[in-house]
């Protein structure tokens, strides 16, 4: 026994593929005359907020010692635990970290290091191309931070929430 | 004495009842109302040159000095009204007016009274818009230097040296906003109890160099402990940062020493760190020593003792508990036990009665003749031809050790492995005296607790429980479990002992039974 086939009726407007093909075709065309947005990474680059918190960097004197005086702020304020810090004095009696360390992927980037710092020291940078041989390399001693020269992060100012 | 007559007055809100005569400002403290204050100490004269302490009395014409007031019938004291603090924010601002605020860089941030009774009613700005005053950094000698900066004149360090040590050497130089903190011509803070007027001192003015630099306040774990250096026992607080001993500071006790603690004690911290310990049990294998697990170590220890003689070297370092355990191993066979003591110079503390720094240079001096040790010059020499010589917790530095050839073997429970000996036979090691809890017993036979402060190094085992373990292998009782229940069954064995618990100790600590204090109380 044959079965029987339904053979359904469509109307040509729906089923035909000229009609579509030609409005893709309109996009495409559309899209070959407007303002390109790919953009050639690495050799051009886009530009990032001026609250954008990436990996850190320590601002110097002018003589290039680290503005750091081991006030031991940032380690306690820092919710990863990242920050490793060795108080002791310098030549001249100072108070300066004998070591400073930051682990890059302990970080969460919350920025408070830079926020609790009474000297405007440690900064989270407005960078982000972070590429080491070693996972050893991503824990930043101050040699490391202070040698960086990327711009760093303009905070977040209350009073100013939209940045202007 | 008689009792004295009780006044009731109103603070806060609050009715406080004291004898008469306290200050308003120790009556606050009684409900738990701390009047700020910076001249003013419990164990100083009253000066009132602060006037930060002010309160607000009523029906008094002016705001009066909570230290140097006295508590009247009746009387109605507004701590916090609006009064009272208009006037202490203004002091306030004419102490911070020359403090340069480095807080980030100053040792005592975190624990600085300047620092939180501004947060607490200070100012939230400066008015003053001309420099500020600036005097170099001074050496005070001893342990002690002064930033003159940050000073505000409390005058509790003169005060110090002037009524307390006995020995003035610092005053109050210059006049005015120039005022600083002065030493006498010549003199030098080196006065064996010097040191406290670096807690005496409410701000960062004077600082230790040995601490200095070294951590911030709040990074220290604290934990409460019992000065090792001398019989005396004063009472401290041991601050430490990643397992390693920081610094020591005095912990208040009345009945002992008072807030002090002797320079001595506050700087022999370092040996508490020490990195050669020994870090694993034992065993004698042909002419080396091998590392064996702990059961092995504990039972070829117990062969060798099992049939005997044991002559105990006892550390007078060793805690009451692990004392008390050792002498259960003597009385097994009916061995000697002594111990010997490094000595000193004496070094009192004139303003407090019964304090110093004393002759003998170990805690637990008296528990162990209590507990029944012989003290001995030369420790070894009643050794005989069959004992086992138990070296527990002696170094045997600046001691002839031939005599240790004679014995029958060596077991050392100790923090570190004696040089000199080629004849141990097992090494047990155990934690010292901050990585433990236990007791001590003072020249008072005051009996008091420590804490255990930070942990210790490798597989050592504190002493109690190592000692139990052992007692244990030779069949003599079960282990333990807590240092309290070795401490109760040291009540039970020893009468001078009985009735105390290590809840009754408090961490104050109780005379044991005929004591020679009169008048302590049980």
Redesign the interface.
């Known amino acids: 026994m044959a079965i029987g086939v339904k053979v359904l009726d469509r109307p040509i407007e729906d089923v035909s593929y000229i009609r579509a093909t030609l409005k893709g075709m309109g996009l495409t065309l559309k899209h070959l005359f407007q303002e390109k947005v790919t953009v050639q990474y690495p050799e051009q680059k886009w530009g990032i907020s001026p609250r954008w918190r990436g990996t850190h960097r320590m601002l110097t004197t002018e003589t290039g010692k680290a503005k750091c005086v081991a006030c031991g702020l940032c380690p306690t304020v820092c919710p990863a635990n990242c920050i490793k810090l060795v108080p002791g004095e310098d030549e001249q009696g100072n108070r300066y970290p004998l070591v400073f360390e930051i682990d890059e992927f302990r970080c969460i980037f919350c920025g408070y290091c830079q926020e609790v710092c009474p000297e405007e020291a440690i900064h989270v940078g407005r960078h982000y191309e972070n590429s080491e041989y070693s996972r050893a390399g991503f824990v930043y001693d101050l040699e490391r931070l202070t040698s960086q020269t990327h711009p760093v992060c303009e905070m977040w100012d209350p009073e100013d929430p939209k940045g202007e | 004495m008689a009792e004295a007559k009780m006044v009731n007055l109103t603070i806060e809100g609050r009715t406080v009842s004291v004898p008469e005569g306290t200050s308003i400002l120790e009556a606050a403290k009684t409900v738990g109302i701390l009047i700020p204050h910076y001249c003013y100490h419990p164990s100083l004269p009253i000066p009132g040159v602060c006037r930060m302490c002010l309160v607000e009395v009523e029906k008094a014409p002016k705001l009066s000095p909570s230290c140097a007031t006295s508590v009247a019938e009746g009387q109605v004291v507004h701590v916090h009204s609006e009064r009272a603090l208009e006037a202490r924010k203004g002091v306030l601002e004419f102490l911070l007016i020359n403090h340069p605020l480095d ?3 100053c040792d005592k ?1 975190g624990e600085c009274e300047l620092q939180d009774f501004t947060y607490q009613e200070g100012p939230a700005e400066s008015r003053l818009r001309d420099p500020k005053r600036f005097n170099p950094v001074e050496d005070f000698g001893g342990d002690i230097m002064y930033v003159p900066n940050r000073c505000i004149l409390c005058t509790r360090c003169v005060r110090f040296m002037d009524d307390v040590a006995h020995d003035t050497v610092l005053n109050i130089s210059e006049r005015g906003d120039r005022a600083l903190v002065g030493k006498f011509e010549g003199k030098d803070l080196t006065h064996a109890w010097a040191g406290n007027i670096v807690d005496l001192c409410p701000v960062g003015a004077l600082l230790s160099k040995d601490f ?5 306040a ?2 220290l774990d604290r934990a409460a402990s019992i000065c090792p250096n001398c019989p005396q026992g004063c009472n401290i607080m041991i601050e430490v940062r990643d397992n390693s001993i920081a610094r020591l500071k005095p912990r208040p006790n009345d009945d002992v020493n008072k807030f002090f603690i002797c320079d001595y004690g506050r700087l022999n911290y370092r040996w508490m760190n020490r990195q050669d310990r020994a870090e694993l049990p034992m065993v004698r294998n042909g002419a080396n020593l091998a590392v064996a697990e702990w059961e092995v170590a504990i039972h070829s220890a117990a062969r060798l003792l099992k049939d005997a003689k044991p002559f105990v070297l006892a550390s007078p370092m060793l805690s009451n508990e692990a004392l008390f355990l050792l002498t259960r191993l003597l009385e097994r066979k009916g061995g000697t036990g002594v111990f010997r003591v490094a000595t000193g110079e004496e070094a009192p503390l004139p303003g407090v009665e019964d304090l110093a720094l004393r002759r003998d240079r170990a805690a637990n001096v008296h528990g162990a003749e209590l507990l029944g040790y012989t003290r001995s010059e030369n420790p070894l020499a009643d050794l005989g031809a069959d004992d086992v010589l138990v070296i527990a917790d002696d170094d045997l530095r600046g001691m002839t050790v031939e005599a240790a050839a004679r014995a029958k073997g060596v077991i050392v429970i100790g923090t570190a492995v004696p040089d000199g000996l080629d004849n141990i036979s097992v090494v047990l090691p155990i934690a010292n005296f901050t990585e433990e809890e236990g007791t001590f017993t003072n020249l008072r036979g005051r009996v008091q607790r420590f804490t255990q402060a930070k942990s210790p190094p490798g597989q050592a085992r504190p002493s109690w429980l190592v000692l139990g373990d052992l007692l244990g292998a030779l069949g003599a009782q079960d282990s333990f479990f807590l240092p309290s229940d070795v401490f109760a069954d040291l009540a039970n064995a020893r009468p001078e002992f009985s009735g105390l618990t290590y809840d009754k100790l408090g961490m104050r600590g109780l005379p044991v039974l005929n004591a020679e204090t009169a008048g302590a109380t049980r």
């Not at chain 2, 200095?212 to 911030?216: E, I, S, T, V, Y």
């Open positions: 807080c980030p860089i941030s200095l630099n070294k951590a911030r709040w990074e």
